[in-house]
């Protein structure tokens, strides 16, 4: 038998309620909503977009009509209960309708505190609470005249800034001596005042309102001190207080708001209250973070689960006026058990200050530049002892051991559990899962499935960071742009799924994934063979058919068909005897040019393909292995002559390019990889502008990455120093094996890392020794498969098809 | 018309092609994924790249240059690009494939 449930209220507490409940227990209950307002379902919070223009009411419902009529639930728009009749079990609308419940919500909010002083019901005097009113300054705006708002706090400072935007003449008037003074301390309520006042918004503090001058309508404000502020238009934010007279009414037990337990309950068994009218734990709520807590354990109640209850926790304050960021969190107050770390940059406008106890923070306000709100929150909620990062901790999370960061690479390198979205208490990750799971591709998808940045919208941009770390690239404000036109998935999606489904072969990649044509395009080919490659090392044939020509012959293609020749030489050094063995090349095949490589090599160019397996037999004969300078794969290492033979060289950097090259020659990666070693920071090999570089310094060995110098210029990032040669390699090498696993084929690394965050592969490679050896371990395996000489094996006949014409056809006996 | 034995099916790898020389240039013998098999200049429309040394898909080329598709069974560029090669008629018995002579000798 489905249970009656009403509600009184359909504010955005209970609206989240419902989507809950409609989750958990679909068709339980009959439900009924009374709401005063004539309206839907919307998104208060919003309220201020509206007022300064930025948005429109359409844009802030959160349940349309048909939402209703979809879950069968009735709602009586513009119905004010009146009367609760608990004997009976019934509520009673100012209209008349009386309606039976077995379960009553009570969701009526909070309505807004109106000062007691005369003529406050003037025509002209309004709160802040709804759209009504909303609607009623917009009216008043138009006609560009004075308005006064009483209250310096959150509410008063959007309707001032919403005010002004419309073009009114706008008074602040604040009673205390600072604007926000509860969120803000008073360095940062200046800060505020000062951008206020610079956007032409008047602001007086310590101004106490005497009364509201004016005969039929408002005229002005008179203080206490005699001073009178024209106005035509007077809006009252001077707080908001719980709405619990319908209940206090009724009998059940109030006090500031309607008394619930910590799951929602009233005294009444059969009656619950949520949102801003409810009381629990001593604590009533402004803000709507608290509330959907509330929401979740009540329709768990509801829905008869027993969940975890309800408990109390700071939230972090914003205010929503653009262009003026503000960041406020926990207690702030001076206290003799407490330290406090402050950053001001007068220049730049901003002001940060972080108040710790016994080492951890236990307050925050951030001027100007909030972006680090969110992890000083974490820290914060984890009670993270912060000594050992204290030198820097006010300078942010991507100060800790660093350079600074792009936004995404922040974000990316935020834990898991750091919560992004405030309102809705979202963290990191549940949105990441969540888009994995889900497949999500758009910021409103995140927003259907996990909520993050669906109220007060001032964490969508770190969500959409969230998305663009968790989408790469692929991410754009649209959808994931396919690998091609043969499958819909991105390349990220088939390099998770080659890896979850286990699909060993390009046959089964597109069997498996449903690929649009037979055999796919040249696109997608090269890119799964490498893909299956990378992650089934020894298990997974390679594929020739699905490589480019250069690879497939082991040369480059050049303009007039022919090809080059590289030969591998180590770390960039040669002797006499292999350019003797070159030059002898050269005569015998009449190679018609020779010239030396960016990269520290001899190329042979305009080799006929005809020629190649006797050309590499000789090189062969000289000891030369291909030299790879036509693969995505390690194509050099370049380096410098080092402490072997320069007077400023730190360390042996060619022995140790050497090394590397050896170690990692054969590899198949995304894109190229070219490296270099220089023997000191002079780095005459040009480290700095490689894949990976090292610079050689007297304490160790300066990791560099994500140089570009083709089409791209860009210096490297430095991961970090290590110090003796083996950790060199073995950080080269586990980087390298990263980037190789995760990299879309034809991502040059630093692409990649750009994606993925610096921070994020410092964390991996440099802070995380197991996971660096298991990248190490793993490069290790596949190099058992992939370091073949593949010139040596066409000499001795392997793909010979390539390299010989299929037949001759002569002219005579052929013609008719 | 005359028919030239040019060699073995066996002898090209699926998805891959070889090329016969003749007197006026280079033809491009190419075997699908599914055993049927192509010839046309080995002659790129668009700056004469040598489409034997491409990625075979389908009944698809893709020139090595600069990534212009080319139908095997048309000789014509796919997609926005323009222009087309010549094909040679081709037949296959029992493994062994011939090429049209005529067209063999006057493939430019
Ligand atoms: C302009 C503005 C900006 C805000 N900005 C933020 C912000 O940035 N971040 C943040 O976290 N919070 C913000 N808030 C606060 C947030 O909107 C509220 O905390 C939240 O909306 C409260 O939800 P609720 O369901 O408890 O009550 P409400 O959303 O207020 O809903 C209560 C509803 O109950 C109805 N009602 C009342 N009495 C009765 C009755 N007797 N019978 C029938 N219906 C009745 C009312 O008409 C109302 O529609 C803002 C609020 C405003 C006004
Ligand atoms: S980088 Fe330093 S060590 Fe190497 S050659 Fe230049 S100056 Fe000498
Ligand atoms: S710079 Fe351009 S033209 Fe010169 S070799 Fe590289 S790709 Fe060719
Ligand atoms: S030559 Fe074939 S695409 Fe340019």
Request: aromatic share 6%.
């Amino acid at each position: 038998m489905t249970e009656k449930l009403i509600i009184i209220g359909n504010g955005m507490a209970p609206g989240r309620m419902l989507e809950y409940l409609l989750e958990k227990a679909a068709g339980r209950y009959e439900i009924t909503i009374f709401n005063a307002e004539p309206r839907v379902n919307y998104d208060r919070i919003m309220l201020s977009p509206v007022l300064s223009g930025e948005k429109d009411y359409e844009q802030i419902i959160i349940h349309g009509d048909g939402w209703y009529i979809k879950n069968g639930i009735t709602l009586y728009k513009g119905h004010k209960v009146v009367a609760i009749d608990r004997a009976a079990k019934t509520v009673t609308s100012d209209k008349g309708v009386t309606a039976a419940y077995d379960k009553l919500v009570i969701a009526t909010g909070s309505v807004p505190f109106i000062l007691p002083v005369p003529g406050n019901t003037l025509p002209g005097v309004l709160s802040y609470r709804d759209l009504d009113d909303v609607q009623a300054m917009l009216l008043a705006a138009q006609s560009r005249s004075k308005a006064v708002v009483i209250g310096g706090g959150l509410l008063g400072l959007e309707a001032a800034a919403g005010l002004k935007e419309r073009g009114m003449d706008v008074t602040v008037l604040h009673l205390m001596p600072t604007l926000m003074e509860r969120q803000l301390d008073p360095a940062a309520g200046y800060m505020l005042q000062q951008e206020l006042e610079s956007r032409g918004i008047k602001v007086i503090t310590k101004a106490s309102t005497k009364c509201i001058l004016g005969a039929r309508k408002v005229e002005g404000v008179e203080l206490d001190d005699g001073r009178i502020i024209p106005a035509t238009l007077v809006v009252m934010a001077a707080g908001i207080k719980p709405n619990a007279w319908i209940a206090k009414e009724a009998g059940i037990a109030t006090n500031r708001g309607i008394l619930v337990d910590d799951r929602m309950q009233t005294s009444d068994p059969d009656i619950m209250s949520l949102g801003e009218c409810a009381e629990v734990g001593g604590h009533v709520y402004g803000l709507v973070a608290p509330l959907y807590e509330m929401a979740r354990i009540a329709a768990a109640k509801l829905a008869g689960e027993q969940g975890p209850g309800f408990v109390h926790n700071d939230t972090p304050t914003k205010l929503k006026v653009t262009g003026i960021d503000v960041f406020s969190l926990g207690d702030f107050a001076d206290g003799e058990d407490r330290q406090e770390i402050v950053l001001r940059d007068a220049a730049a406008g901003v002001y940060k200050r972080l108040v710790l106890k016994e080492n951890r923070i236990v307050g925050t306000v951030l001027y100007g530049e909030t972006a680090d709100g969110a992890w000083f929150n974490d820290l914060k909620k984890k009670a993270i002892d912060i000594s050992d990062m204290r030198e820097t901790l006010i300078f942010g999370q991507a100060y800790q051991g660093g350079a600074p960061l792009d936004p995404t690479a922040a974000v990316a390198a935020l834990p898991d559990d750091a919560e992004i979205c405030g309102c809705n208490g979202v963290c990191k990750g549940k949105i990441v899962s969540t888009i994995n799971d889900k497949g999500l591709t758009s910021l409103d998808d995140v927003r259907a499935h996990t909520k993050a940045s669906a109220s007060c919208g001032s964490c969508t941009g770190l969500v959409e960071q969230v998305m663009k770390f968790t989408l790469g690239d692929a991410y754009n404000p649209i959808a994931v742009q396919p690998m091609c036109a043969c499958t819909t998935l991105g390349h990220d999606d088939v390099r998770r799924l080659i890896k979850a489904k286990g699909l060993k072969s390009i046959y089964a990649v597109m069997q498996e994934l449903e690929w649009k044509t037979s055999c796919g395009c040249a696109k997608c080919r090269p890119a799964l063979n490498y893909y299956l490659i990378c992650d089934w090392p020894g298990e997974y044939a390679d594929d020739y058919q699905s490589r480019f020509i250069n690879e497939r012959v082991h040369a480059n293609i050049q303009k007039d068909g022919t090809y080059s020749v590289v030969p591998r030489m180590w770390g960039g050094v040669t002797n006499a005897r292999e350019l003797r063995a070159i030059a002898d090349v050269v005569d015998k095949f009449q190679i018609p040019a020779v010239k030396v490589t960016g990269g520290q090599r001899i190329d042979m160019l305009g080799v006929r393909k005809e020629d190649l397996p006797s050309v590499w037999a000789d090189l062969g004969k000289a000891g030369f292995v291909s030299g790879h300078a036509y693969a995505k794969g390690l194509r050099t290492v370049k380096t410098c002559v080092g402490s072997e033979w320069c007077r400023f060289g730190t360390q042996d950097s060619t022995g140790l390019g050497i090394r590397i090259e050896k170690f990692m020659w054969g590899s198949w990666t995304p894109a190229k990889v070219k490296m270099a070693v220089s023997g000191c920071p002079r780095n005459c090999a040009e480290a700095t502008c490689k894949d990976v570089g090292v610079i050689c310094v007297d304490s160790g060995y300066e990791i560099h990455f994500a140089g570009a110098a083709g089409l791209d210029i860009k210096g490297t990032e430095v991961l970090g120093l290590v110090k003796t040669e083996d950790d060199a390699l073995e950080a080269v090498v586990a980087l390298t094996q990263m980037y190789r696993e995760q990299a879309r084929y034809l991502e040059r690394i630093y692409k990649w890392a750009k994606r993925v965050g610096i921070d994020e592969i410092r964390r991996q490679i440099l802070d995380d020794p197991e996971r660096r050896r298991s990248y190490f371990d793993r490069f290790v395996h596949s190099q058992k498969f992939a370091q073949v000489d593949p010139w040596s094996e066409r000499v001795s006949g392997l793909h010979k098809h390539e390299f010989r014409p299929l037949a001759t056809v002569g002219l005579p006996q052929a013609a008719e | 018309m005359q028919w030239i034995a040019i060699g073995q099916l066996s002898d090209i790898p699926q998805r891959g092609a070889r090329c016969i020389k003749t007197p006026h240039g280079k033809v491009a013998v190419f075997r699908t994924g599914d055993d049927r098999v192509f010839a046309i200049e080995d002659h790129c429309p668009h700056r004469g790249g040598p489409l034997s040394q491409g990625i075979v898909h389908g009944a698809s080329v893709t020139c090595p240059l600069h990534n212009w598709v080319i139908s095997l069974e048309t000789g014509k560029a796919q997609g926005a690009d323009e222009g087309a090669v010549r094909t040679i008629p081709l037949k296959t018995e029992g493994g062994t494939i011939y090429i049209a002579s005529s067209a063999a000798v006057e493939a430019a």
